[in-house]
């Protein structure tokens, strides 16, 4: 019989976007919407940028991640992949949680973009005022 590997699971958010986060003892392979990290976030910044809850709990090539990405663009789904990772963390270990708060990893990021109101052309955008 197969034996049963410990895997965490949880969910980050940013903006519009969603990560489902599975993850798992191993050796720091990154795997997101079934693709290749380093083809998924092309730049070099948001690869930094989602490690960074690695670097701060010393946990770099200790598991492996499984993600699922929908909605939003690429940098807020980066800031929801990190977001994920870092309360995956914390369900793998308690003991993390003081250093991820610390680096502020467990705040999600509340800015999202702002409704466009009735009878305008944007959300803060009003059209030009005649006096006459």
Known sequence: MAQKVAEYRATGRRKTS???????????????NGREFKDYFTTEALRTYIEQPFQATD??????????????????????LRHGISRALISADAALR???????????????????????????????FSKR
């Not at 969603?18 to 997101?32: D, E, F, M, P, W």
């Not at 770099?60 to 929801?80: F, H, P, S, T």
């Not at 990893?105 to 030009?128: C, H, I, S, V």
Request: a positive charge; aromatic letters at 6%.
């Open 59 to 80: 946990t770099l090539k200790r598991y492996d991640v499984i993600a699922i990405l929908n909605g939003g663009g690429i940098n807020g789904q980066a800031g929801a």
């Open 98 to 128: 003081a250093a991820l708060k610390a680096g502020g990893f467990l705040t999600r990021d509340p800015r999202m973009k702002e409704r466009k109101k009735y009878g305008q052309p944007g959300a803060r955008k009003r059209f030009q």
């Open 18 to 32: 969603t990560a489902r986060v599975r993850l798992a003892h191993g050796v720091g392979k990154v795997s997101v």
